[in-house]
T-cell receptor, first 110, second 115 residues
Framework: LAKTTQPISMDSYEGQEVNITCSHN???????ITWYQQFPSQGPRFIIQ???TKVTNEVASLFIPADRKSSTLSLPRVSLSDTAVYYC???????????FGKGNQVVVIP | ETGVTQTPRHLVMGMTNKKSLKCEQH?????MYWYKQSAKKPLELMFV???????ENNSVPSRFSPECPNSSHLFLHLHTLQPEDSALYLC??????????????FGPGTRLTVL
């Protein structure tokens, strides 16, 4: 099982760049790394996905080092509406696959 | 975004009631999922259906009974629930759960309260 480990929470000021790390030491060769955002009482929403190096879309960037044992989600210039829980998910197919971790609560402060 | 819809959005039921949660996906996906999320806890995967066949059942009590009549619809039948079953129940769908790049799309959830 490719478990993921993230910091529990972090605060950031509006307009700053926020970097959230995730450890996945047991990631398998075929696994991708996917990040989701969840607001209270809503379903998680896909943010970004990557396999290696760097991926960027209109919302975020994802940095994955060569060993793929960790990844970093980067949110540029956060606003108050970015306050949410961010989950890192590594897809492992077998028993207990699709296991979401505890996520990282990001609070954006004015 | 209306790719995955869930009804009802809120449900209050007694422990002796029987109710059903409904999920519908409009994305043409092959797989559907039920998750449970209790207060301040991570998502717990309950069931996975791929091409209408149940492929995963994560030790869920029998008082939760899933049904997938076709690839677009998923139900969760509830009976004789306990107060600790109160939670947000989330449905998701994805194109291909066998691929490493598979991405899940979630519905808005049903907030269930068991009295």
């Amino acid at each position: 099982l490719a478990k993921t480990t993230q910091p529990i929470s972090m605060d950031s000021y509006e307009g700053q760049e926020v970097n959230i790390t995730c450890s996945h030491n047991n990631i398998a060769t075929n696994d991708y790394i996917t990040w989701y955002q969840q607001f209270p009482s809503q379903g998680p929403r896909f943010i970004i996905q990557g396999y290696k190096t760097k991926v960027t879309n209109e919302v975020a960037s994802l940095f994955i080092p060569a060993d793929r044992k960790s990844s970093t989600l980067s949110l540029p210039r956060v606003s108050l509406s970015d306050t949410a829980v961010y989950y890192c998910l590594v897809l492992t197919y077998g028993n207990n696959r699709l296991a979401f971790g505890k996520g990282n609560q990001v609070v954006v402060i004015p | 975004e209306t790719g995955v819809t869930q009804t009802p959005r809120h449900l209050v039921m007694g422990m002796t009631n029987k109710k059903s949660l409904k999920c519908e996906q409009h994305l043409g996906h092959n797989a559907m999922y039920w998750y449970k999320q209790s207060a301040k806890k991570p998502l717990e995967l309950m069931f996975v259906y791929s091409l209408e066949e149940r492929v995963e059942n994560n030790s869920v009590p029998s008082r939760f009974s899933p049904e997938c009549p076709n690839s677009s619809h998923l139900f969760l039948h509830l009976h004789t629930l306990q107060p600790e079953d109160s939670a947000l129940y989330l449905c998701a769908s994805s194109q291909d759960p066998g691929q490493g790049a598979d991405t899940q799309y979630f519905g808005p959830g049903t907030r269930l309260t068991v009295l």
